[in-house]
């Protein structure tokens, strides 16, 4: 808008003072004479460019403005609100209905069931809710909480299963603070120090595609390994991996290699926490080909509380360990592949060995850019030790096997909704069941 007013005033002051290239009058003037009319123009011009601007800011200033109004803040987008605290709430509901399944009483006679030894027809709801609450403190500092409360025992309660169908149960509808914790980064953000109420399984055994079961598998065999016993709850007298009270350790020297150990009080109780302890490490690759990325992660584990201690005559004083990897590639825009695989030493547990496999399939093959379908397959086997000392052998170790396959239909940036079907294949090693199958649902909403 600036040069506009000069050019309007260049041809005017022009035109109006006989500017003409071939006059004969100025061919009569000395070159002198035309250098001196030619500074004179543009010094008008240039007096006249400046008034012009003068009167152009004055007429903007006096035009009336509209008035400016603040955009409001999203209702959901809570960060927009509270500036550097974050806040996401989170909601999980699942539904799940056994469509074919009978069973011989091998291992425990369950009062739900009928008569006939099959599943009661049956259709099982469970909700979980939490709050996620995290803030920065300082540069390098990261404060965080978790609460979380549910209802609903689900399929489970009466399924004989090491699996089990939907690892997302929480039947406690009181909230309850189940994570806090405080970070620190050193050496440029590459060495990781953390503290507190802690879970392990969000550091340890993670696979990109097998790993969350409010969004991926619901399954707790493709969750986690199914045979890691990093904690025991004596209230329930289960093994679990409860959140504890530990602190890890986290190092990246360079992108593709990590370092991480984790220390915890193995039962979870705060009490004797040195007697209880459990101690994860773990190693990780993680490459980047041709834009593919991939984490392939190796890691072990050791714990003083000892399953045997409970099943027979045992020293107090054994240690019990195992081995595990968690294995995920992407294959292109389309496809990612994953792995796992975990040891528990059969001298102390009842699991030995187990393993899972799967594929996930990218929604933008079809057009569908967040939605995901996949499908998993895995094997777990009783250990030798468990048969001989709880059983009284005379087993064949079939295993149980477990397979699961999920539909993640988006919404939107807030919603979810997963029909998924899971099967189940000598539940507990007993090879008199049948075939169990499961239908349900999930439907995941944060915000």
Not at 369 to 389: I, P
Request: charged share 25%; proline share 2%; with cysteine.
């Amino acid at each position: 808008m600036r040069n506009l007013p000069a050019r309007i005033v260049i041809v005017a002051v022009l035109t109006a003072g006989g500017w003409h290239h071939a006059c004969p009058a100025d061919e009569a003037l000395s070159a002198e004479a035309r250098l001196a009319r030619l500074e004179a123009l543009v010094t008008t011009l240039q007096d006249e460019n400046t008034r012009l601007n003068r009167e152009m800011e004055t007429l903007r200033k006096a035009e009336p403005q509209a008035e400016i109004q603040p955009q409001s803040a999203n209702p959901l987008d809570v960060k927009t609100q509270l500036g550097d605290v974050h806040i996401g709430v989170g909601a999980t509901t699942v539904v799940q209905g056994i469509v074919t399944g009978r069973r011989d009483n091998t291992y425990r006679n369950d009062p739900d069931r009928d008569g006939d030894n099959e599943y009661s027809d049956r259709a099982d709801a469970t909700m979980t809710y939490d709050l996620e609450i995290q803030a920065p403190v300082g540069n390098r500092g990261l404060a965080y909480s978790l609460i979380e409360a549910g209802h609903g025992s689900g399929l489970d309660a009466s399924l004989d299963t090491w699996t089990g169908s939907n690892g997302d149960i929480d039947d406690d509808a009181d909230l309850r603070l189940t994570e806090l914790w405080y970070q620190h980064t050193f050496l440029d953000d590459s060495l990781m120090v953390r503290m507190g109420l802690l879970d392990p399984t969000n550091t340890f055994d993670t696979n990109a595609f097998a790993n969350d079961e409010t969004t991926q598998f619901l399954s707790n065999g493709f969750i986690n390994a199914t045979n890691m016993y990093w904690g025991y709850d004596d209230d329930a007298d289960t093994w679990t991996c409860d959140n504890a009270f530990g602190m890890e350790i986290e190092w990246r020297p360079v992108d593709l290699v990590s370092f991480s150990l984790g220390g915890y009080d193995g039962d979870a109780d705060f009490d004797d926490v040195a007697r209880d302890a459990l101690g994860i490490a773990e190693v990780g690759l993680h490459p980047v080909l041709a834009g593919l990325r991939g984490n392939y992660r190796f890691g072990g584990w050791a714990s003083n509380e000892v399953a045997l201690e409970r099943w027979a005559d045992a020293e107090d004083d054994r240690t019990g360990w195992g081995l595990y990897a968690s294995l995920d590639q992407e294959l292109g825009r389309y496809l990612g592949v994953w792995a796992r695989y975990s040891y528990a030493a059969e001298d102390y547990y009842m699991l030995q060995h187990a393993w899972s496999a799967g594929v996930s399939v990218f929604g933008r093959l079809w057009g569908r850019d967040h939605d995901e379908f996949a499908v998993g397959f895995g094997h777990t086997y009783l250990s030798d030790e468990y048969e001989q000392a709880v059983l009284g052998g005379g087993f064949e170790n079939h295993g149980e096997m477990h397979a699961e396959a999920y539909y993640r239909l988006h919404i939107n940036d807030h919603v979810s909704v997963s029909p998924d079907v899971q099967m189940i294949w000598n539940a507990r090693n007993n090879d008199k069941a049948d075939r169990i199958t499961i239908v349900g649902a999930r439907a995941q909403v944060d915000f």
